[in-house]
């Protein structure tokens, strides 16, 4: 997968350097007093896990901060990895291929981490044929490049940000006081977004259907009520349901008629992969 086909250059390069500046790496003084300034080397991208693999291109734009440069790639974005794959090989000053080492790895083990949880979910509901949707409990300032990974591990974005959907929680209800006339108003301003209305008992659900909704979202329900649910909507709409949903009890919620499921784990309690990065011929 092109990571440059789904996010803007601009946005990484902008992640990156702030990244570096974090770092302080490029006023790496360990690195300087240790290394010679003319010394140069070779580096292996190494995976000690088994997982899916992403954010190699994303290595790239933080190497070439450092004037040191990707020169093999051995594996992909979105492909699957065993432990001890070689990923990819880098070459130049070897001061900036130690500078560089940590942001690109933090970058590289997050992204894969994301991409990896991601895809056991895609796999344990295949069968199904529900779809399994990101959610935007992300990590600030870097929604875009998680949601990417979100997608190479088989998954699907949810709405991006607030003005890609519109989507109608219990603190908007709440204040609504159960009146959704305003459902209308924002069909006519913004027809062609997808609405999204919240419905935390089956008992809300005729009510929401009186109006131009695109989705309902079961949200926090048991899986019986769940099932109550769907046979009410009789595929009037699309379903989509959250809440608590995990590896263990996932196929609880592998629900006939159910077209989602939002998983905020994610991105928000994903393990990071374990991969290094090691240097050769100094």
């Known amino acids: 997968m092109n990571i440059f086909k789904i996010v803007s250059r601009s946005i990484i390069e902008n992640s990156v350097m702030e990244a570096i500046k974090e ?5 790496d003084i360990t690195t300087q007093m240790c290394v010679p300034e003319d010394a140069e080397a070779s580096a292996i991208a190494l995976a000690k896990e ?5 954010g190699v291109q994303v290595s790239e734009v933080v190497l070439q901060n ?3 440069y990707v020169v093999d790639y051995f594996k992909e974005d979105g492909e699957k990895i065993l432990p001890h794959t070689e990923l990819f090989r880098v070459k130049g ?11 690109l790895l933090n970058y ?5 981490g994301i991409a990896t949880v991601t895809n056991k979910f895609v796999r344990m509901a295949e069968k199904s044929g529900i779809k399994i949707l990101d959610t935007r409990k992300t990590t600030p300032a870097l929604r875009h490049l998680e949601k990417y990974a979100v997608m190479c591990g088989g998954g699907v974005n949810h709405r991006i940000d607030l003005f890609d959907q519109i989507m109608i929680k219990d ?3 709440a204040l609504l006081k159960d009146d959704l006339s305003v459902i209308n108003r924002m069909k006519n301003k913004y027809p062609e977004k997808i609405i999204v209305v919240e419905a935390d008992s089956p008992d809300k659900i005729e009510k929401i259907l009186k109006y131009p909704v695109d989705r309902i979202l079961l949200d926090n329900m048991t899986p019986e009520t769940i099932a109550e649910s769907v046979k009410i909507i009789a595929k009037r709409t699309e379903i989509e349901v959250s809440g608590n949903i995990s590896e263990k009890n996932l196929n609880d919620y ?6 989602y499921l939002s998983i905020g784990k994610l991105t928000h309690s994903f393990k990071s992969m374990d991969i290094s990065l090691q240097v050769k011929d100094v």
């Open 66 to 68: 450092f004037g040191t």
């Open 108 to 112: 590289i083990q997050r992204m894969s």
């Open 171 to 173: 603190n908007h209800l």
């Open 50 to 54: 088994d997982g899916v693999l992403c």
């Open 23 to 27: 770092d302080k790496a490029f006023f």
């Open 254 to 259: 592998l629900i006939e008629g159910v077209n």
């Open 93 to 103: 000053k070897l001061r900036g291929i130690l500078s560089a080492e940590r942001t």
